[in-house]
Nanobody, 128 residues
Framework: QVQLVESGGGLAQAGGSLRLTCVAS????????MGWFRQAPGQEREFVAG????????YYPDPVKGRFTISRDNPANSLYLQIDNLKPEDSAVYYC?????????????????????WGQGTQVTVSS
C-alpha cells in the first residue's frame, strides 16, 4: 500500500523555522519526483516546491523562493521541506506528493494531473 506520511508541523513564530518530513513507502521512491503543496482554509492547494528523482534539481515559485528548501534522502525514502523566515501567510496544511518520472518543475502540475500520490498533510501555524 502506498503511503506518504508528513510530520514536523506545528506552531511557530514569524521569523522562525520549521523542518517538515515526508516518509514514503509502498513504491519505488527513486522513480518519483517529489513535491510539497500547501492549502490554507478557503484557498486552493498551492505548489511550493519540487525536486527530481536524485535531488539535483529543485524548483520553487516566487512567493517562497529563498525561504523554502526542498531535499530528499533516497535511502531513507524521505522528503524534507526546510522553511526559514516564516511568515503568517505560510500558515496552511502542507502536503507531500509523489509523481512518477516527473521533473522538479513539472511537480507544480501534480494536483491537476494524474498519477500522483498524496499524504494527509501536516499543519503549520505561524503567529505574528
Amino acid at each position: 500500500q502506498v503511503q506518504l506520511v508528513e510530520s514536523g508541523g506545528g506552531l511557530a513564530q514569524a521569523g522562525g523555522s520549521l523542518r517538515l518530513t515526508c516518509v514514503a513507502s509502498g513504491f519505488t521512491f527513486t522513480y518519483y519526483g517529489m513535491g510539497w503543496f500547501r492549502q490554507a482554509p478557503g484557498q486552493e492547494r498551492e505548489f511550493v516546491a519540487g525536486i527530481n528523482w536524485n535531488g539535483e534539481s529543485t524548483y520553487y515559485p516566487d512567493p517562497v523562493k529563498g525561504r523554502f528548501t526542498i531535499s530528499r534522502d533516497n535511502p531513507a525514502n524521505s522528503l524534507y521541506l526546510q522553511i526559514d523566515n516564516l511568515k503568517p501567510e505560510d500558515s496552511a496544511v502542507y502536503y507531500c506528493v509523489a509523481r512518477y518520472h516527473t521533473t522538479a518543475q513539472t511537480m507544480s502540475v501534480a494536483m491537476a494531473g494524474r498519477n500522483s500520490y498524496w499524504g494527509q498533510g501536516t499543519q503549520v501555524t505561524v503567529s505574528s
